[in-house]
Antibody, heavy 117, light 108 residues
């Protein structure tokens, strides 16, 4: 069965970076694009970006360009998202989600990132 | 970018009721809309794709319809396990993918 296992909660200081992971199992990792989505109480669900695990090609929401960097490690079937220059506005739950025919079919369990001094 | 206006933001229902949630897109999305259920502390779960196609495991009391800019999602005979938040997602004009603001379904 398809599973996306995300890394644990993060408490980070403003101005620093954090790298989140999403380990895929139960399917061929390079067969489906992977997306990252941000969820906050105020802004709801926001799409951050997408990566093609086979080629490494990426596309970002203009709002998150310069904030998020998506990468993959094919050898471990893991997708990563690095968030840089963190501010309290980056505090949120972040999900990875597999794309199937342009919609998101499987989601990771989510990881809470808290940015606080 | 396509904006998805979802309403109502919250909904109160009794067990056995039928409830309907709507999403209006800022332009025609050619039926490329999906609906998700999210329970507290959990990830969204895909229920319906392409307007009305139920995902495997989605109970038949859930349904979707619509075309053009206007779409709806219904639950007939609300059960206690349906208490959750629901979101629409447009996946026609990409990127970016855009979600509705969500509807929180509560028990009356």
């Amino acid at each position: 069965q398809v599973q996306l296992q995300q890394s644990g909660a993060e408490l980070v200081k403003p101005g620093t970076s954090v790298k989140l992971s999403c380990k895929a199992s139960g399917y061929t990792f390079t067969s489906n694009h992977m997306n990252w989505i941000k969820q906050t109480t105020g802004q709801g669900l926001e799409w951050i970006g997408i990566i093609n695990p086979g080629s490494g090609g990426t596309s970002y929401n203009v709002k998150f360009k310069g904030k998020a960097t998506l990468t993959v490690d094919k050898s471990s079937s893991t997708a990563f998202m690095q968030l840089s220059s963190l501010t309290p506005e980056d505090s949120a739950v972040y999900y990875c989600a597999r794309m199937e025919a342009y919609y998101f079919d499987y989601w990771g369990q989510g990881v809470m990132v808290t940015v606080s001094s | 970018d396509i904006q998805m206006t979802q309403s109502p933001p919250s909904l109160s229902a009794s067990l056995g009721d039928k409830v309907t949630i709507t999403c209006q897109a800022s332009q025609n999305i050619n039926k490329y809309i999906a609906w998700y259920q999210q329970k507290p502390g959990k990830a969204p779960r895909l229920l319906i794709r392409y307007t009305s196609t139920l995902e495997s495991g989605t109970p038949s009391r859930f349904s979707g319809s619509g075309s053009g800019r206007d779409y709806s999602f219904s639950i007939s005979n609300v059960e206690s396990e349906d208490i959750a938040s629901y979101y629409c997602l447009q996946y026609d004009n990409l990127p970016p993918w855009t979600f509705g603001g969500g509807t929180k379904l509560e028990l009356k």
